[in-house]
């Protein structure tokens, strides 16, 4: 009797039938391990199917380690070897939160836990079809260079409608003005690896992004914390630390800060600039939630027209964190550095990816994504700065858009307290410290809006004030 049973009215292709199905009679035993696998021939014949489709099958069980091809001897089953993974040591609260924990946390949290601190959006807030479509038109239109390497300066159409849409903040760049990356991560380690060195003092923003910490402590550049206000920095803090220790750059987010949810003010934008020529330090501007905010303010890079200022933008957030597309826009010949670095660590970009998010972008579907998605978080801000301030918690700011809520417990000095509590109810709150370079304890912790509707969540923050 034939184990495998293939019918012709299945959703699947023949060949994802015969794979399935062979999987799982080798996962639970019936078939067995290091018995030799019916030959294609035979198999097409008792199955009355091209030899064709059982051979893509067999390559596709090959390639999962479920077969194995032994030159003139065929098929011999080789059931692939699965090894446990404990990640639940960070949600459970049994790792101290650092960093790294917050960046892997995002990576390896059960499904069965609500993030309700994590970057990530709620699957059905993202434009999946978008996605998709753009995938289609990919597909549709490929042609042999996408075989080849692509432009280490980024695929050039994409760039060149990067130029349009930075002109609509009013940043003029030449196409050769941007860069292309993966993701915003890449584009600021490209920055310290080419303008900075080991032992060299930055500015930074205190909260801040954790991972920034992370990567400036990798090469052994020293950040000086600045504490963020609710309009952008402290810059009268500021000043001094520029003057005590000469940093080289500074790292800020000036629209939508993560974590606080605040937003640089064109005032403070104006002084800080003056502050850094005055200091002599260059100044890199995160602007990754720039689509989430709408409103077309001022950046730093606007005034500065990209003189002292490195741009950094990106797609993760509002396309797909899976294309890793984002860029950097500055001065022509600091990005033709930037393009050497990057050559010499990656080659270049993923073509694919870059002609993905160009598709995506050149389509009037991702506005109108962009504007369900800014639409849905206005509500959710609402919602969730009055549900905590009816619940007691203070809040750092109203944020004019984005995500994150930056808030406080008033009895509580510690938030890695809510963490560890959380956890036991199965929700992940990041303790506020790993948003801050030293990680000393604060009683402020962020939540990402789109959650703070669940049921759970509700329930335990109701529970936090009792």
């Known amino acids: 009797m034939a184990l495998v049973r293939i019918s012709g009215s299945s959703e699947l292709s023949l060949v994802e039938q015969i794979v399935g199905q062979m999987k799982q009679l080798i996962d639970n035993g019936v078939v067995r391990n290091g018995s030799r696998a019916v030959s294609i021939r035979c198999f097409a014949r008792d199955h009355k199917i091209s030899a064709h489709t059982v051979a893509e099958a067999y390559a596709r069980l090959v390639a999962h380690g479920y077969y194995q091809s032994r030159p003139r001897s065929g098929f011999f089953v080789s059931r692939p070897q699965v090894y446990a993974h404990s990640s639940d040591a960070a949600e459970d609260g049994a790792m101290e939160p650092d960093h790294l924990w917050q960046l892997r946390s995002h990576f390896t949290m059960r499904h069965d836990r609500l993030g309700a601190s994590s970057g990530r959006m709620p699957s059905d807030w993202l434009d999946i079809d978008l996605i998709r479509s753009g995938m289609k038109l990919l597909a549709a239109k490929a042609d042999t260079s996408l075989a080849q390497y692509g432009d280490p300066y ?221 639409y849905r978080l206005a509500n959710a801000l609402q919602m969730a700065g009055d549900m905590l301030e009816e619940q007691g918690f203070e809040i750092f700011c109203r944020p004019l858009g984005g995500k994150f809520v930056w808030a406080r417990h008033l009895q509580i000095d510690d938030s890695e307290d809510i963490w560890r509590r959380a956890a036991q109810a199965g929700i992940l709150i990041a303790p506020g410290k790993v948003f801050r370079n030293h990680l000393q304890a604060t009683p402020w912790f962020r939540l990402n809006v789109a959650y703070c509707t669940e049921p759970a969540l509700l329930n335990f923050l109701r529970g936090l004030r009792a």
Request: with cysteine; proline share 5%; glycine share 8%.
């Open 154 to 374: 980024g695929y050039a159409p994409l760039r060149g409608l990067l130029q349009t849409r930075l002109l609509g903040l009013g940043i003029h760049a030449q196409p050769e003005q941007i860069l292309l990356t993966s993701g915003a991560t890449q584009a600021a380690d490209l920055v310290m690896r080419c303008f900075l060195k080991r032992g060299d003092r930055v500015l930074v923003e205190d909260p801040g992004y954790f991972n920034l910490f992370s990567n400036l402590h990798l090469h052994g550049i020293r950040p000086v914390p600045v504490p963020r206000k609710a309009d952008g920095p402290d810059l009268d803090m500021l000043d001094a630390l520029a003057r005590e220790h000469r940093p080289a750059m500074m790292f800020v987010q000036s629209m939508l800060h993560a974590p606080t949810g605040s937003s640089l003010s064109p005032a403070n934008a104006h002084r800080l600039l003056k502050l850094a020529e005055q200091h002599d330090f260059r100044i890199v501007e995160n602007d990754v939630y720039c689509d989430m905010l709408g409103l077309t303010l001022p950046r730093l890079a606007t005034l500065d027209q990209l003189a002292r200022v490195f741009y950094v933008g990106s797609f993760s957030k509002t396309l797909s964190s899976a294309t890793r597309v984002g860029f950097i826009a500055g001065a022509a010949q600091f990005v033709d550095e930037l393009c050497s670095h990057k050559m010499v660590a990656s080659i270049t970009g993923s073509q694919v990816d870059e002609r993905l998010v160009y598709h995506a972008l050149s389509e009037g579907q991702y506005r109108r994504s962009v504007e369900r998605m800014r």
